[in-house]
């Protein structure tokens, strides 16, 4: 059974980077049919995409979050990673992980929630 | 990109049927058959209900329904369970490469 695991700091100050880091466990990182994407949800808010990147490091941002976002991999970790650089209270948000197509986010991480300070 | 448009809300009976609407574009619900629902009870990771816009995963149950006309997809839920009140989510792909969220829709199950 596939898991994904967040990890990295609750607290950010402004203006900081925030940086998180997916740790995949029970399958292969560099599998060809899976996407592996971020996605962000404020408090008492909805669900928002931040990005995805596919093994070969071909990365997809949203628009509104492009000029401060990037997203890297590491496949002899199986690890994936957010960088969000520029972070303002807007910014806090519990981060998910996950694993997905293009038709489909079928595993989920637990989600950690980050805060930016006002 | 703009948000999938989703109502903020909708309630029902046990026993009733629902549906919950989501509207985009012809460059995202409208362009593919890739949409997805997703439900989210409070505190926890949204689950995948629907993918590409009627297929059911594995283990949810049959009462859980999707479809699509032109640039909106729909959720349906019939015979309303308590266990069915959460928040729904709806998800296209886009043709620009980028995946796009509705804002989502509470269910209330009165």
């Known amino acids: 059974q596939l898991q994904l695991q967040e990890s990295g700091p609750g607290l950010v100050k402004p203006s900081e980077t925030l940086s998180l880091t997916c740790t995949v466990s029970g399958g292969s990182i560099s599998d060809a049919n899976s996407y592996w994407g971020w996605i962000r949800q404020p408090p008492g808010m909805g669900l928002e995409w931040v990005g995805t990147i596919y093994y070969t490091g071909n990365s997809y941002y949203n628009p509104s979050l492009k000029s401060r976002v990037t997203i890297s991999i590491d496949t002899s970790k199986n690890q994936f990673s957010l960088r969000l650089s520029s972070v303002t209270a807007a910014d806090t948000a519990v981060y998910y992980c996950a694993r997905h197509g293009k038709a489909r986010i079928d595993y989920w991480g637990q989600g950690t929630l980050v805060t930016v300070p006002s | 990109q703009s948000a999938l448009t989703q109502p903020a809300s909708v309630s029902g009976s046990p026993g009733q049927s629902i549906t919950i609407s989501c509207t985009g574009t012809s460059s995202d619900v409208g362009a593919y058959n890739y949409v997805s629902w997703y439900q989210q009870h409070p505190g926890k990771a949204p689950k995948l209900m629907i993918y590409e816009v009627s297929n059911r995963p594995s283990g949810v149950s049959n009462r859980f329904s999707g479809s699509k006309s032109g640039n909106t997809a729909s959720l349906t839920i019939s015979g309303l369970q308590a266990e069915d009140e959460a928040d729904y989510y709806c998800?296209?792909?886009?043709?620009?490469?980028?995946?796009?969220f509705g804002g989502g829709t509470k269910l209330t199950v009165l």
């Open positions: 998800c296209s792909y886009t043709s620009s490469s980028t995946w796009v």
